[in-house]
């Protein structure tokens, strides 16, 4: 099978290359690292991907056990790889691994990741010892919070997975990923503060609010509908950040109703009840381009996220906001609404963690539209998991000659039943990409949207105050004057020398344009002060 992104096995691998290759199972993910045997020790780097060549004298014995071994001591767990693996291996060679090693600590991680994986059940020797071991390396990929760790005495391993096996993203934790999740964001909302106010940024909130909705419906293609602009805008300014996490059919149906409104083709709102694929239509040809679980692991694997969340507490927020936010779009567990809740996450997370104050929103979905390269970096961290399936299962889909309607409404003739060969890659899909991606954005949001935003606010207000220092007149009808003067390139408009003919008088608009000319630039010349100060040595 040819996976995008995916290396081919090494000539003479071992570790998970080697189970890889001797039982004929490939993970649709990239396997982080890969071990071959060599003339010398070295390690090649590949975009935090590793290769790493061993002497002959580290080959292991050419059994499931040696190199299951291997990869638990010296590479980094796949548990996509190892759900796929166990399915084909089966339990024997497990079980006789344990009886073989009772006390030995990979013997019993093993153990315990097989169980975990799979459902099914090994035989624990009764003379079954040794020191409790963690269950994944925490260094080398996310592991929950250590106040989140359980013991499970059964295998003596502490279960420090950041999930459940309904729902566990893997995070590897490189260099590149930590820079990325250590971005410290309110620092650079310190610095907005300190360049504004904090009275002008949460003045500004309102307009950020409309703003980041009118661009979060831009990215879906529909930016022109005021009415569902406001609404989500009055829904993120309400619900972020409060109340539970919309993670149950209860809580989604609540916030579902509020984003749709009343007029909706969903007649049952919540989890959905119907099949789903992500695509567009070219010539009234239906083209896949994602497909989502079925409607009977919805819920369990929205468990499975809160049971991340609650596991990673205290941990980087930005990390937890990308997992969340883009968790929940490829769980997709709504029949509409999807991408307005995913990107509703993100600020929600930030604000439940304490990074973003209330009511502030960041509008990140300004940055993921301010240009055709953002938008198809957005589009191209979602092929991230969705390109590898589809590779995968395209030739599983189908389009029946029959329409069903389901109970949430919708009607489909979409069919997909090779479930269980999707199924690994959506209950352990590999985020780091997108917590690498969504913390380049909150960085962009905080120094380049938010600040122009409130720089364009800053100078609206002094140009208000100033225009009415000329002719006294009320806050809407300066903005709406003001508005005039940008889009008539300062001439007065007979629109507004109709409605206020003082503004027609001798001398009047001059002064009106000269007083609004000058606050423009007061503000241009601080802030370019303020800029020098904070722009890095």
């Given at each position: 099978m040819n996976i995008p992104d995916q290396k081919p096995l090494p000539v003479t691998p071992i570790g998970a290359a080697w189970l890889a290759k001797?039982?004929?199972?490939?993970?649709?993910?990239?396997?982080?690292?890969?071990?071959?045997?060599?003339?010398?020790?070295?390690?090649?780097?590949?975009?935090g991907f590793r290769m790493e060549t061993f002497p002959e004298v580290m080959r292991p014995l050419p059994e499931l056990a040696a190199h299951l071994q291997f990869h638990l001591r010296h590479e980094i767990v796949h548990l996509e790889f190892l759900a796929r693996l166990f399915k084909v291996a089966g339990p024997d060679q497990l079980q006789t691994w344990i009886l073989k090693e009772p006390t030995g600590r990979y013997a019993r991680r093993a153990a315990f990741l097989y169980e975990w994986l799979?459902?099914?059940?090994?035989?624990?020797?009764?003379?079954?010892?040794?020191?409790?071991?963690?269950?994944?390396?925490?260094?080398?990929?996310?592991?929950?919070?250590?106040d989140k760790v359980l013991k499970v005495a059964r295998w003596r391993v502490n279960d420090n997975l950041p999930g459940t096996k309904f729902f566990c993203p893997t995070v590897v934790m490189t260099d590149k990923l930590q820079v990325a999740a250590d971005l410290d964001v309110p620092a650079l909302f310190g610095q907005l503060s300190a360049e504004f106010g904090e009275e002008l940024?949460?003045?500004?909130?309102?307009?950020?609010?409309?703003?980041?909705?009118k661009a979060s419906f831009t990215i879906e293609g529909e930016s022109d509908r005021a009415s569902r602009i406001q609404r989500f805008a009055d829904v993120m300014a309400r619900r972020t950040g409060q109340g539970p996490l919309p993670l149950t059919d209860a809580t989604l149906a609540e916030l579902q109703q509020e984003i749709?409104?009343?007029?909706?083709?969903?007649?049952?709102?919540?989890?959905?009840?119907?099949?789903?694929?992500v695509g567009e239509t070219v010539r009234y040809q239906e083209v896949v381009h994602y497909v989502a679980p079925p409607v009977s692991d919805l819920q369990d694997m929205?468990?499975?996220?809160?049971?991340?969340?609650?596991?990673?507490?205290?941990?980087?927020?930005?990390?937890?906001?990308?997992?969340a936010a883009f968790a929940f779009v490829y769980i997709h567990p709504m029949?509409?609404?999807?991408?307005?809740?995913?990107?509703?996450?993100?600020?929600?997370?930030?604000?439940?963690?304490?990074?973003?104050?209330?009511?502030?929103?960041l509008p990140v979905s300004a940055v993921i539209t301010s240009d055709a390269g953002e938008r198809r970096a957005y589009d191209h961290i979602l092929d991230q998991v969705s390109r590898p399936l589809m590779m995968a299962i395209r030739e599983k889909v189908e389009f029946a000659k029959v329409q069903t309607t389901y109970p949430d409404g919708v009607t489909s003739n979409f069919v997909f039943n090779a479930h269980d060969l999707a199924r690994p890659t959506w209950r352990y899909p590999d985020l780091g990409a997108h917590v690498v991606y969504l913390s380049k954005v909150i960085a962009r949001t905080l120094t380049e949207q938010m600040r122009e935003e409130s720089k364009y606010l800053r100078r609206h207000q002094r140009a208000r105050a100033a225009i009415k220092e000329v002719v006294e007149m009320p806050d809407h009808q300066a903005d709406r004057l003001l508005r005039s003067m940008e889009q008539n390139e300062d001439q007065l408009s007979n629109v507004m020398a109709k409605e206020m003919p003082v503004l027609a008088q001798p001398g009047v608009w001059a002064a009106i344009v000269g007083a609004a000319s000058q606050a423009f630039k007061s503000d241009e010349s601080m802030s370019n002060e303020v800029v020098s100060r904070y722009r890095p040595n």
């Open positions: 001797e039982f004929g199972v490939s993970p649709l993910g990239r396997l982080p690292v890969m071990s071959q045997i060599g003339y010398r020790r070295s390690t090649l780097v590949d975009d799979t459902d099914e059940v090994l035989h624990v020797p009764d003379n079954l010892g040794g020191n409790y071991v963690d269950a994944i390396d925490g260094e080398g990929l996310l592991a929950a919070s250590p940024l949460l003045r500004a909130a309102a307009w950020m609010t409309l703003r980041e909705s749709l409104g009343p007029k909706t083709t969903v007649v049952r709102a919540g989890l959905r009840q119907s099949p789903v694929f929205l468990d499975g996220l809160q049971t991340f969340l609650n596991r990673t507490q205290g941990q980087s927020p930005v990390l937890r906001s990308a997992v029949a509409d609404g999807n991408g307005r809740v995913h990107r509703f996450l993100i600020n929600d997370i930030l604000r439940r963690d304490g990074v973003i104050p209330d009511p502030v929103i």
